[in-house]
């Protein structure tokens, strides 16, 4: 059974840091794509990084271009976000997915038929505040 299961949330104060992990299982990591989604309640889920299969490329959001760094471990079947100067926008339930290349040939954040065919964790909360 392929799982993912993310882990190292909490409440930090703003410009911060926090360091999540996605630990996955059931599945060779180096053939999938490990993608890191946010929701916060009321809004919709926003792509924040991915990481290609073999980690070859990545790919930010805007909004947090300079500030989050999306690595991965294949060896330990372990993806990580090092989220740095974070700021109260960035409170959210942070997920993390799987999408095997056979599905996309390339890290792709946007809405499409490969949501179908991903792998999701079950979040951990990140809460920015003073």
């Known amino acids: 059974q392929l799982q993912l299961v993310e882990s190292g949330g909490g409440l930090v104060q703003p410009g911060g840091s926090l360091t999540l992990s996605c630990v996955t299982s059931?599945?060779?990591?180096?053939?999938?794509?490990i993608l890191w989604f946010r929701q916060a309640p009321g809004k919709e889920r926003e792509g924040v990084s991915c990481?290609?299969?073999?980690?070859?490329?990545?790919v930010y959001a805007d909004s947090v271009k300079g500030r989050f760094t999306i690595s991965r471990d294949n060896a330990q079947n372990t993806v990580y976000l090092q989220m740095n100067s974070l700021k109260p926008e960035d409170t959210a339930v942070y997920y993390c997915?799987?999408?095997?290349?056979?599905?996309?040939?390339?890290?792709?954040?946007?809405?499409?038929?490969?949501?179908?065919?991903?792998?999701w964790g079950q979040g951990t909360q990140v809460t920015v505040s003073s």
């Open positions: 997915a799987g999408v095997h290349l056979t599905v996309q040939s390339m890290c792709v954040m946007t809405s499409g038929p490969w949501e179908e065919y991903a792998y």
């Open positions: 059931g599945f060779t990591l180096d053939y999938y794509h």
């Open positions: 990481s290609s299969s073999f980690g070859d490329t990545t």
